[in-house]
Every structure is written in C-alpha cells, then in structure tokens.
Nanobody
Framework: QVKLVESGGGLVQAGGSLRLSCAASGSISSINVMGWYRQAPGKQRESVASVTSGGSTNYAGSVKGRFTISRDNAKSTVYLQMNSLKPEDTAVYYC??????????????WGQGTQVTVSS
C-alpha cells in the first residue's frame, strides 16, 4: 500500500507564495508520474501540474508561469511552488502518484488534501 502525506497549505494574501510537499511511502518499486490536482468548492477536481520520472512537466494554462512542479526521486517527494497566488487559486490541493509496487502491481494513490486559501 502506498501512502501520500501532504503539507504546506495555508492562508496567504494575493500575490504571495506557498510551497506544497507530498511524500510517498510504502511498497514502492517505481513512481512514473507525480502530480497535483485541486478542487474548489462547487467545482470538479482539475489537474494543476504533473512531472514524469524523466522530469517532463505539464501545467494547466491557468497556472503556467506562476507554479513550478519538481520532484526528488530519492525521497519519493513532489513539490509545488506557487507564486503570484490569486484568489481563484483557492482550493483543496491533492497529490497523486502512479507507479508500480514491489510486487509489480500498478498503483495510483491520492493524498488527503491540503487547503490553500488566497485572500484578496
């Protein structure tokens, strides 16, 4: 079983910055993709950013140029540096990882979510 533990959310004023972290642990052989999603009240969960094991990144248009995703493969950890935050970035942010366990089974796991609130 793969467990994800997120940290780094909080309350920040518009224009400020936050850094989210998500550490994966458990029976992990390899992690292919690590990503961040968010869900605002009354809206569907949406992809924010993702990074592959090779370092290729993908961003939602609404965050491109403001957010940066990175990963530390040795620590099985993914980060999301969020700069120039806007009130519309307010949401619960979820980490997701996909890969293979030590028993060669594929997995896709979600973190518990961390609240990010941006005040105007």
């Amino acid at each position: 079983q793969v467990k994800l533990v997120e940290s780094g959310g909080g309350l920040v004023q518009a224009g400020g910055s936050l850094r989210l972290s998500c550490a994966a642990s458990g029976s992990i052989s390899s992690i292919n993709v690590m990503g961040w999603y968010r869900q605002a009240p009354g809206k569907q969960r949406e992809s924010v950013a993702s990074v592959t094991s090779g370092g290729s990144t993908n961003y939602a248009g609404s965050v491109k140029g403001r957010f940066t995703i990175s990963r530390d493969n040795a620590k099985s950890t993914v980060y999301l540096q969020m700069n120039s935050l806007k009130p519309e970035d307010t949401a619960v942010y979820y980490c997701n990882t996909a890969g293979y366990s030590n028993s060669s089974q594929g997995f896709s796991s979600w973190g518990q979510g961390t609240q990010v609130t941006v005040s105007s």
